[in-house]
């Protein structure tokens, strides 16, 4: 494996403030016990997680963050984890009771079919529908799709039967990148092996990776997707906040503190997830306050925000206000002069600009 010769030049700004150096390389999460899921709470992290202080830091230290395509003052980094494809169990009944309260019988019916009958096509199979959502706003996104139907929570779905749908997708100029399955954040074989799987009914190099449930461990997950070839990962955020994880509000080449060597890859951190939104917001009135605040915390240190909206919220009658939510931050982000796009297309712009840094071996 490569090393580097010398610290980035981001990284050498930040190693002369220590307090901001272990907040961004998150020295306290390289020996937990359990490094599958990071909640925000058990670091005591709080209010300052809603603060990108590292990216603002870096800024006001002159660090020179390159520009966004067409003039655009910061991006939204616009991506969709593809957990079901058929609405399991669960869903089924707390949407037959939206439908029972509103007496719309056919679709109660319309829902209980697509359940029971594998040959009709599902609900939550919608990647057009939520593509011209985004079409509407000028925006772009990535749909991260799991490989393996093997999950300890329920079965997921086959891959195989997406083939002709996925090629749509990215034909259209949107990305398809992998959702690694449960067990895959710490198993190099595992995330390799569902890497060709995607590959292979897609037909094409996939680039893009977030692991379900956010399940990561610093900084051995990095160096696993550097190892099957990603060009970058979006699963560093937390799973029960809203906010910046290692104080970033921007793309960044991430850096083993302990080896002392950067990682041959570009994370770009997740900051918005629906389901955690909404729990913290405790109401979409609540939630929407979050997302205004978090937009105006990114635009103003020039960033990139990262946002996933699950592929189920925009079906599910249960959840449209998160579909609506979504609706509202298109049109904010277009409002105040953002990128709307995808994941692959950050990291180009990442990539072009020098970030990760060119590297060379020792």
């Known amino acids: 494996m490569k090393a580097t010769t010398a610290?980035?030049?981001?990284?050498?700004?930040?190693?002369?403030?220590?307090?901001?150096?272990?907040?961004?390389?998150?020295?306290?999460?390289?020996?937990?016990?359990?490094?599958?899921r990071y909640r925000c709470h058990d670091f005591g992290?709080?209010?300052?997680?809603?603060?990108p202080v590292v990216s603002r830091w870096l800024g006001q230290a002159g660090y020179p963050w390159p520009d966004f395509?067409?003039?655009?003052?910061?991006?939204?980094?616009?991506?969709?984890?593809?957990?079901?494809?058929?609405?399991?169990w669960s869903h089924l009944a707390l949407s037959s009771l939206c439908f029972l309260r509103r007496g719309d019988w056919r679709q109660l019916a319309r829902w209980w079919r697509w359940r029971c009958d594998s040959a009709r096509p599902s609900p939550y199979l919608?990647?057009?529908?939520?593509?011209?959502?985004?079409?509407?706003?000028?925006?772009?996104?990535?749909?991260?799709?799991?490989?393996?139907?093997?999950?300890?929570v329920r079965r997921r779905y086959e891959l195989s039967r997406l083939g002709s749908q996925l090629r749509a997708v990215s034909a259209a100029g949107w990305e398809v990148g992998l959702h690694g399955s449960y067990f895959a954040f710490n198993r190099p074989d595992l995330i390799g092996e569902e890497k060709a799987r995607l590959e292979d009914v897609l037909g094409a190099t996939v680039g893009g990776y977030r692991n379900h449930y956010l399940r990561f461990q610093t900084p051995a997950t990095w160096y696993h997707l550097q190892q099957a070839g990603f060009?970058?990962?979006?699963?560093?955020?937390?799973?029960?906040?809203?906010?910046?994880?290692?104080?970033?509000?921007?793309?960044?080449?991430?850096?083993?503190?302990?080896?002392?060597r950067a990682i041959e890859l570009l994370e770009?951190?997740?900051?918005?997830?629906?389901?955690s939104l909404l729990t913290a917001g405790g109401s979409p009135a609540g939630a929407w306050t979050i997302i205004r605040e978090l937009v105006e915390q990114v635009r103003s240190c020039r960033g990139v925000l990262t946002v996933l909206w699950h592929n189920d919220v925009f079906s599910c009658p249960f959840k449209q206000s998160s579909a609506r939510l979504y609706r509202q931050l298109l049109a904010y982000g277009r409002e105040q002069g953002a990128w709307l796009t995808s994941g692959t297309e950050i990291w180009r712009w990442a990539t072009n600009a020098g970030i990760p840094a060119e590297r060379s071996e020792r």
């Not at 079409?135 to 393996?148: C, D």
Request: glycine fraction near 6%; hydrophobic fraction near 35%; charged fraction near 30%.
């Open 7 to 36: 610290m980035n030049p981001m990284h050498a700004l930040l190693a002369a403030e220590p307090e901001l150096w272990r907040l961004f390389v998150k020295a306290s999460e390289y020996e937990l016990e359990r490094p599958d």
């Open 45 to 51: 992290a709080g209010q300052l997680v809603r603060e």
């Open 69 to 88: 395509p067409e003039g655009r003052e910061f991006a939204i980094c616009l991506t969709h984890d593809v957990d079901d494809i058929t609405p399991p």
């Open 126 to 152: 919608n990647f057009e529908a939520i593509m011209e959502i985004e079409r509407e706003y000028g925006g772009r996104s990535s749909f991260y799709v799991l490989a393996r139907s093997e999950d300890p």
């Open 231 to 260: 060009n970058y990962d979006t699963t560093f955020g937390y799973n029960d906040m809203p906010g910046f994880r290692n104080g970033m509000g921007h793309p960044f080449q991430p850096y083993d503190d302990h080896r002392r």
């Open 268 to 275: 770009i951190p997740l900051h918005i997830m629906d389901s």
